[in-house]
């Protein structure tokens, strides 16, 4: 299996993901057998370790991926990239937890909600973990998950942030999610009460933001010294770029078609909708193009071998913002532009404008955090926010 080939089996799903959009909507969760199909197709090892069996793929080419499935459906597309990007952080763990989890399994399945809602207690061999946490993006279809829990520090009264990692069997599913927007991620809330979790299967966050990590040294590939945050920024961005393709592609095949009330005359046929379709294409393709090279970008710092360093960081993940503000704001051209039809609910537009603008509202995309704290480093201040 190359890069190539599994881009084209991907390709070839994109019909199925598809045509079971809605159904994702109503069942408000992806569903089972599109998943399934996804699965079998190989992605889940995309970033598992080649010692483990895993493809060790680029994190360009990832770009595709995602941008593939958010064309067919965000929703869809959005769980299937965190759960392959979450292998990816498991894969920065110390080698005793990848031996663990991926010396009994090809891959995992597995919602990565990192934000500090758990309390963890120091006992023999481990930390008992206690805690509930929101966007649990992939709990409907895991075998694991990873959440990020408050873990004291000896001497200090300043906690750690970890990410834990924990059977699913051993977490709760609350049923949270109704919502506007990407509706079919099922991406309902977990709760974890008074799990024992092993030292091995615990990972600071500190060491993985910029590229320093266990796994980095285990592993050999250059894709295990990237930095953390504009990882999981692109991650979820490539989605929501295709999205906004998806959008386009969309109102062009409605210009011929659709009649302008009151006349005998295709949309199409007139130049305001031409100039449209025009500035669209050149702007969806110029953020495709950009999207993957800001991968490269990351991919970089990865071959580099140096820690990215803070101003760096914080400077692509304005950029990775920016991009999905783009995103969002060509698919809410497309749609105003395509007439009241657009909002019908067989109408695939008024899907990808709810979830494009649900999905720029994911934390790592807040341009009012990231712009800040890029504007702090670029006048030599302390960043006084996270990563």
């Known amino acids: 299996m190359n890069e190539q080939e599994l881009v084209e089996r991907v390709r070839a799903l994109a019909p199925m993901v598809e045509a079971h959009a ?11 057998a599109v998943m399934k199909a996804i699965e079998d197709a190989g992605v889940y090892r995309y970033f598992v ?40 952080l498991l894969a ?61 520090i000896e001497g200090s009264d300043q906690p750690d942030l970890c990410m834990f990692i924990v059977p699913r069997d051993q977490a709760e599913v609350i049923d949270t999610w109704h919502t506007a927007g990407m509706i079919g991620t099922g991406s309902n809330d977990i709760a974890v009460h008074d799990v024992f979790v092993p030292a091995h299967l615990v990972q600071n ?32 961005a490539a989605p929501v770029v295709g999205g906004a393709s998806k959008a386009v592609k969309v109102f062009q095949e409605r210009l011929q078609e659709r009649f302008v009330y009151g006349t005998g005359t295709k949309q199409g046929e007139k130049p305001i909708a031409q100039i449209r379709l025009g500035l ?21 710092w990865g071959k580099s071998g140096e820690p990215c360093p803070a101003l760096e960081r ?23 532009a395509s007439g009241a039809h657009a909002h019908f609910l067989d109408n695939p537009l008024q899907r990808i404008l709810r979830d494009v603008h ?30």
């Open 205 to 236: 966050l500190s060491e993985m933001r910029d590229g320093r990590c266990p796994g980095g040294k285990v592993n050999d590939s250059y894709l295990y010294r990237m930095p953390m945050l504009p990882v999981l920024g692109l991650t979820a």
């Open 358 to 387: 649900t999905a720029s509202c994911h934390t790592v995309f807040d341009l009012d955090v990231s712009a800040e704290q890029y504007g702090r480093l670029l006048l030599g201040l302390a960043p006084n926010a996270p990563f």
């Open 314 to 336: 914080a400077r692509l993940r304005v950029q990775i913002g920016t991009i999905v503000r783009e995103a969002r704001d060509i698919a809410r051209d497309a749609v105003e």
């Open 92 to 152: 920065l763990y110390n080698k005793q937890a990848q031996d663990d989890i991926f010396g009994r399994q090809p891959y995992i399945i597995a919602p990565g909600a990192l934000a500090p809602k758990g309390t963890a207690t120091p006992v023999e061999g481990g930390y008992r973990l206690t805690g509930r946490w929101e966007w649990g993006t992939g709990v409907m279809h895991s075998d694991w998950v990873m959440v990020g829990g408050l873990t004291p």
């Open 49 to 88: 370790p080649k010692r483990y069996g895993g493809y060790e793929f680029s994190l360009t080419t990832f770009m595709d991926i995602g941008m593939i499935l958010g064309e067919a459906c965000l929703s869809t597309g959005w769980v299937t990239t965190f759960c392959m990007e979450h292998n990816w």
């Open 280 to 300: 669209l294409k050149a702007r969806v393709e110029s953020l495709q193009a950009r999207l993957k090279d800001t991968a490269r970008e990351v991919e970089d």
């Open 22 to 32: 809605r159904q994702a909507e109503e069942e408000r969760k992806p569903v089972d």
